[in-house]
């Protein structure tokens, strides 16, 4: 079982609904700050220049990505938290070309 969600730049999880996918979370997260995406990429580059960042969580191993800012502070110290969640390390990747591609892939399937 995966856990999908946004990570503001403040730390707080912007999570996903069962029927949601990352660019759905996106859409609604600029539409309330007024900002209106071109496309289903510019709605990551808002995204990731906003400071937010792209998590799935697997069973051993989160992958986080944002391609434009460096990660603050309060996100590391929620991601390495999540890392020990559930009494067993997982990996921490950040910014990992294969997982950065399923952005592309995703966009394929909606």
Known sequence: MTDR?????TGD???????????????RVLADIGI????????????????YTRVVEFPDRICA???S???THSQLE?????RLHGGSTREL?????PFAETRRWN???I
Do not use: W
């Open 36 to 51: 209106c995406p071109k496309d289903y990429a510019d709605i990551y580059d808002q995204m990731f220049q906003l400071g």
């Open 78 to 82: 929620f991601l390495h938290a999540r």
């Open 65 to 67: 990505e944002n391609l």
């Open 93 to 97: 990747q950040i910014n990992n070309s």
């Open 5 to 9: 969600y946004f990570l503001a730049p």
């Open 107 to 109: 966009h394929l399937t």
């Open 13 to 27: 999880k912007v999570a996903l609904s069962a029927m949601e996918d990352h660019a759905d979370v996106g859409r």
């Open 69 to 71: 800012v460096p990660l």
